[in-house]
């Protein structure tokens, strides 16, 4: 079982950056492909980037390609989103969550466990 916890959300101007970070509790958090998705008010959750056990390879939105970043450290047990170039319409409840699916996954219900969510709100 893996326990995730999110962090490093925030207020941010547009054109500004942050980086999410998720740590995870479990001696197997190297066997599972992660993923992060975001919430925005009254919007589904969706899909943002994935990354394999590896790290090796990356997925991401189309919305947030060449933007955002995703990477983990095994070593640590982190996961983390580099966030770039922020826009008002990236304001969400950011979320990490694992699978042990295909490391392509994107849909919600792919995923076994996930963070509690950390918020980030980019104002205009």
């Known amino acids: 079982q893996v326990q995730l916890v999110e962090s490093g959300g925030g207020l941010v101007q547009a054109g500004g950056s942050l980086r999410l970070s998720c740590a995870a509790s479990?001696?197997?958090?190297?066997?599972?492909?992660m993923g992060w998705f975001r919430q925005a008010p009254g919007k589904e959750r969706e899909f943002v980037a994935a990354i394999s056990w590896s790290g090796g390879r990356t997925s991401y939105a189309d919305s947030v390609k060449g933007r955002f970043t995703i990477a983990r450290d095994n070593a640590k047990n982190t996961v983390s989103l580099q966030m770039n170039s922020l826009t008002p319409e990236d304001t969400a409840v950011y979320y990490c969550a694992a699978t042990a699916r295909a490391w392509f996954s994107r849909g919600l219900s792919d995923y076994d466990y996930w963070g509690q969510g950390t918020q980030v709100t980019v104002s205009s």
């Open positions: 479990g001696r197997t958090f190297s066997t599972y492909n």
